[in-house]
T-cell receptor, first 111, second 118 residues
Framework: LAKTTQPISMDSYEGQEVNITCSHN???????ITWYQQFPSQGPRFIIQ???TKVTNEVASLFIPADRKSSTLSLPRVSLSDTAVYYC????????????FGAGTTVTVRA | GAVVSQHPSWVICKSGTSVKIECRSL??????MFWYRQFPKQSLMLMAT?????????EQGVEKDKFLINHASLTLSTLTVTSAHPEDSSFYIC??????????????FGPGTRLTVL
């Protein structure tokens, strides 16, 4: 599984857009990029997954440049309830489907 | 969406006792389940991969005789912490893979079990 690098923490205010960039220089051709969200004392929750270009769902957007060596999770108009740890994972998941979690980014949203 | 449950949500036990944690996929059949451990302020660490009807595969450094995993059916995997000690106190999380899911990885996580060993 490709190694990922994310900022340790980010602060924001309610209503702002939060962008978290994840570096994955060793991403392989078959690898997908997946983001999870985790609140304290809860299991991770799937946010979004993509392979290239842009993916958008009801909670976030994922931007992936052409070289796929990084990706950016965009959370529009955050609220206090978006305070959580966000994990970027990269892998093809076609073999044993094991997920390797990095340190994640702690996003703190203030009023 | 797919739901994974864990029981109990928290447990406190005395040192030396064994504790069993259940992980169930409620609305899908999970051929593969995973067990993670998470210490405070740290990330999730994969402990083992559990496949229905076969022995679990443990990650390096995880004692298979201490953390017994049984995946007897397509909807249930259990983790038993044998002879628990205070250093085993942690947050244990399971995930289940939905082979019929539309996403590439399609893993759904349980809510976690907080184990405290006194």
């Amino acid at each position: 599984l490709a190694k990922t690098t994310q900022p340790i923490s980010m602060d924001s205010y309610e209503g702002q857009e939060v962008n978290i960039t994840c570096s994955h220089n060793n991403i392989a051709t078959n690898d997908y990029i997946t983001w999870y969200q985790q609140f304290p004392s809860q299991g991770p929750r799937f946010i979004i997954q993509g392979y290239k270009t842009k993916v958008t769902n009801e909670v976030a957007s994922l931007f992936i440049p052409a070289d796929r060596k990084s990706s950016t999770l965009s959370l529009p108009r955050v609220s206090l309830s978006d305070t959580a740890v966000y994990y970027c994972l990269v892998g093809d998941f076609s073999n044993d489907y094991k997920l390797s979690f990095g340190a994640g980014t702690t996003v703190t949203v203030r009023a | 969406g797919a739901v994974v449950s864990q029981h109990p949500s928290w447990v406190i036990c005395k040192s030396g006792t064994s504790v069993k944690i259940e992980c169930r996929s409620l609305d899908f059949q999970a051929t593969t389940m995973f067990w993670y451990r998470q210490f405070p302020k740290q990330s999730l660490m994969l402990m083992a991969t559990s496949n229905e009807g076969s022995k679990a595969t443990y990650e390096q450094g995880v004692e298979k005789d201490k953390f017994l995993i049984n995946h007897a059916s397509l909807t249930l995997s259990t983790l038993t912490v044998t002879s628990a000690h205070p250093e085993d106190s942690s947050f244990y999380i399971c995930s289940a893979r939905d082979p019929g899911g539309t996403r590439t990885d399609t893993q759904y996580f349980g809510p976690g079990t907080r184990l405290t060993v006194l």
